[in-house]
C-alpha cells in the first residue's frame, strides 16, 4: 500500500457545513478540497462523495495550504484531513468518489498514485 499525506501539525478547524464531495463551510470559511475534484450536484457519485466527505471530516478537520491559498470563487483551497491527521482527498480518491487533481500540488503525485490504484489505468469512463 502506498503511503498517504498525513498532516498531524494543522490546527482543528470547525466543521460548520457540508456543500459537496469537495467543499465545505467551516469555522474560517468556505474550503474546497484542493487535491480532488467530485460529481456536481446532479451528477452520478454525488451523494456518495457528498455523505463520505460529511463522515470522514466528522465535527472538524486539519487543512493544508497548497501552492494557491484560493480559487477563483475566493474559496480557501486546502488539503484536508480528518482531526487525526488523514488524508480525506486520499480517502475519497481510493473510495472511487473523487478524482486527483492534476494540476500542481505538493501531494499531486501521491493522489494520482492512489487513483490509478483505485481505477487503474484507464478513467476514461470517468462520470466526472
Known sequence: ?????????????????????????????????????????????????????????????????GPRLTDPYGRRLAYVYTDHGESIDAA??????ARAWTRGGQHTGVLTRIERDAVGDDVSGCLF
Do not use: C
Open 1 to 65: 500500500m502506498r503511503p498517504h499525506p498525513v498532516v498531524q501539525t494543522a490546527g482543528l478547524v470547525e466543521l460548520v457545513r457540508i456543500i459537496d464531495g469537495d467543499t465545505r463551510d467551516t469555522s474560517i470559511g468556505r474550503v474546497r478540497l484542493y487535491g480532488v475534484d467530485t460529481s456536481e450536484r446532479g451528477q452520478p457519485r454525488y451523494p456518495d462523495a457528498t455523505d463520505l466527505l460529511a463522515d470522514l471530516a466528522g465535527h472538524a478537520v486539519r487543512l493544508e495550504d
Open 92 to 97: 475519497l480518491i481510493a473510495d472511487d468518489h
